[in-house]
């Protein structure tokens, strides 16, 4: 299959845009930090909290448990984003379509009711 003139330049035009994407960031940034005034203080390098003194060290563990919330939010709103297509064109797609989705929920709320029994979900 050859490509025409206009698919050539249809190629080029997203090249370009591609570099120029990479280019005017990277360029933004370099320039910002030529330009910006740099005299670092002790007194800067402080954490700063609305003038009261700071109190302990800045660093704090994250409480893990919290990853486990944002991977149950990732996988429910993933499935939310491939309901939504399919739901579109439901009535082009056929039965064998309502199945695998069918299947596709299955998997899903299993995976939740398994977190369920493990008590991933309760909060202590």
């Known amino acids: 299959m050859a490509l ?28 910002a930090r030529f330009l910006r005034p740099h005299h670092p203080t002790p ?6 909290e609305s003038g009261n003194e700071p109190i302990g060290d800045s660093w704090v563990r994250f409480k893990v448990k919290y990853y486990l919330f944002a991977l149950l939010f990732v996988l429910f709103d993933v499935e939310a984003i491939f309901l939504y297509p399919w739901a579109v064109v439901y009535d082009e797609i056929g039965l064998f379509a309502l199945l695998e989705m069918l299947l596709f929920v299955f998997l899903l709320v299993t995976g939740l009711i398994y977190a369920w029994r493990k008590k991933v979900l309760e909060w202590k």
């Open 43 to 48: 007194e800067k390098r402080t954490t700063y």
């Open 4 to 31: 025409g003139p206009e698919s050539v330049n249809n190629y080029i035009i997203v090249i370009i845009f591609m570099f120029l994407g990479i280019l005017v960031p990277i360029g933004g940034l370099t320039v």
